[in-house]
């Protein structure tokens, strides 16, 4: 394999930090060529110093100048704002990008690199989510491959390595319940954000691990599997183990179940979608199955954990339903983050968007980003009630 | 997929008459092309006047005439004895080869085939542990797949389509533990045949029920495995898992595992194993993870069952040790059977052939044959004391 130059959208987030982990790890494979943060300026200075990336994008133009003194004597290239993030995806200068920004301002960027025909490894769900009828449609067009790098995703593609044309009868996406499993409606309503982010198996972001807690990340992942592997929305299947060690299974349609598996970390799944369609060797820490050990499944509980069941709801409706999910999500999640409601207000804020906005079965990219813009005004004007 | 000439070794046997449901199951697919039997003339005529095969072989000689009455009318041609095993593998007219004769009477007709150029699918396992450096060898020369039907060894296969040259750091086969996990040798000194006979999930024939009881069938599937998928001995290991679900699992060398899973039932290997690389839709029962359900691995218990121990030392020995394991156990294991010696004297009768036949560390497949007998007549002497 000769060095595949990486673009990091969102480098000094969790998986862009362990994306650059790999890529120290393995020199010879792979080198930064772009990285980008929103507003931690000071990380992304250290990791350019670090890895002698051709560009940098910071998105907040007001730490632009920050960046621009501190990397003054390297060749490295500096943008900042928004739009430039559009603007570097669309040069042809890497070989395939992480989209690993946060939330819907990764879906932009991961589109200019599919038009351009770039290889996506693909962190960020919210792309599939919003608009994963048309992602997809245009990296099949392209014939370019969206590698995920969501532990279960990942798991399914793992298994399905090989498989041709076998039909996928099912997939079951494994939850691990997260920190709140077994509880009650009456126990989730005083729960405070920082509970809410001790994860008791993964380390990853404030707004994936709120989304773990609620379960409202199962249920993307949900509409993101749906899409990745072209499933209707009755193949889609959500089981917990609260041991996270069966990442993901795939059921074909002779009854044979594939199952990827090891601890929970997320540099294993980072480094396979760099690396596919090779494996690299490492030294991660193995699962023992020789230590007396039990993995245990059971149904979710989704009369508590409202938020899964919205999902699915959105995921069958289909159209624009989920962009309103995700859109209401990501207001009420950092709006809880922010303390300013509930963690049970969460599911409140999502219901209400999704019976408020317009349904459209079919919507055009246009569609998708003015459902976004209005779902998530009318999810914030909810928390000012 | 055109229709698939299938040559069925061992036709009247467990895996025999399960391939044939499964070629019942699929006329479009696959035909019948040759069906032998050792012995059971009655189903052999059942089954060729079911399936009206090109040719039948009876192995017993004494039972031609029957063979050849109850078959007069139809074009099918009639073979008997031995050697007529070899002489219809070699001839050209079918696709696929299902070795499932049992024992190391498999071994000579599967040989021919692959000198033939035919894909094998391969339920015998004394062809690969006896001489499995050569087997492998002349598959690999003729570019010919060699397709397990054993569960193991399917989940392995299974997991491994698509991974193209990523590097196996260890496999990990399952076993049940037999019908008398946990139990101690003071228990087992008194254990008679029909009790051991009565296997808790799988299904087959009395020899295998029998090497399931005494581990012996796994450790001879350790050796198979070694041999399949081009293994040094460190990486094949084996972990009790009682409800034989999950089939098997490879860890590859970035750590990620893999695993197949299903329930116990051999037509989906068998299925799997004819159909490859197409999976074909079934209505075989499905495992349904949503019951509460727990999955246990532990270490095998190898002071108990000694059996398990013989075979690894064998396997990390090589040249022809498993030779001489196979043919002691397969001696011992029939005298058992026919109530000759007790369960644990099986484990004494192949270490004693082992600690007594010449070692030799590279042998031809003419040393083979001539350990094997060496070892059937030195094992069968014991027996008489």
Chains 1, 2 share one sequence.
């Not at 599919?114 to 599939?128: Q, R, V």
Request: aromatic share 8%; with cysteine; glycine share 8%.
């Amino acid at each position: 394999m000769s060095q595949k130059r990486i673009a990091i959208f969102g480098s000094t987030g969790s998986i862009g930090r362990q994306a650059l982990d790999v890529i120290a790890a393995n020199p010879q494979l792979f080198s930064a060529e772009i990285l980008t943060a929103q507003t931690n300026d000071e990380l992304l200075i250290k990791q350019a110093l670090q890895f002698n990336p051709n560009m940098v994008v910071i998105g907040d133009e007001q730490r632009y100048l920050n960046v621009k003194e501190a990397l003054a004597g390297t060749s490295i290239k500096i943008f900042a704002g928004e739009d430039a993030l559009e603007q570097v995806a669309g040069m042809d200068s890497y070989d395939m990008m992480l989209a690993a920004i946060v939330g819907y301002a990764g879906l932009r960027p991961t589109l200019k690199a599919i038009e351009l025909g770039k290889p996506i490894a693909l962190a960020n769900k919210e792309t599939l989510v919003v608009a994963g009828d048309i992602i997809m449609r245009m990296a099949a067009e392209k014939r370019i491959p969206i590698i995920p790098v969501d532990s279960e995703h990942s798991a399914i593609f793992q298994c399905l390595v090989g498989e041709g044309r076998n039909k996928i009868e099912k997939i079951v996406l494994t939850a691990s319940g997260g920190p709140f499993l077994g509880k009650k409606p009456n126990f989730l309503v005083n729960v405070k954000k920082d509970h809410a982010l001790q994860h008791p198996n993964w380390r990853m972001g404030a707004k994936i691990t709120i989304d773990s807690a609620t379960l409202m990340n199962k249920g993307l992942e949900m509409i993101e599997a749906k899409w990745l592997f072209n499933l209707a929305y009755e193949q889609v299947q959500v089981l917990v183990h609260p041991q996270s060690i069966v990442h993901s299974m795939v059921q074909f349609e002779d009854g044979s179940i594939k199952a990827q598996m090891g601890l929970p970390d997320m540099k294993l799944p980072i480094q396979y979608a760099l690396g596919f369609p090779q494996r690299i060797a490492n030294d991660f820490p193995r699962y023992d199955f020789r230590k007396p050990g039990t993995l245990t499944f059971e149904e979710p509980d989704i009369k508590t954990f409202r938020n899964l069941g919205l999902a699915m709801e959105a995921m069958k409706q289909g159209g624009n339903m989920p962009c309103i999910l995700n859109a209401a999500n990501e207001i009420a999640v950092y709006a809880f983050l922010r303390n300013r409601i509930g963690f049970l207000d969460i599911t409140e804020v999502v219901e209400r968007t999704m019976g408020t906005i317009s349904f459209i079965e079919k919507p055009t990219l246009e569609q998708y980003f003015e459902t976004d813009g209005e779902a998530r005004n009318f999810a914030a004007s909810l928390l000012h009630m």
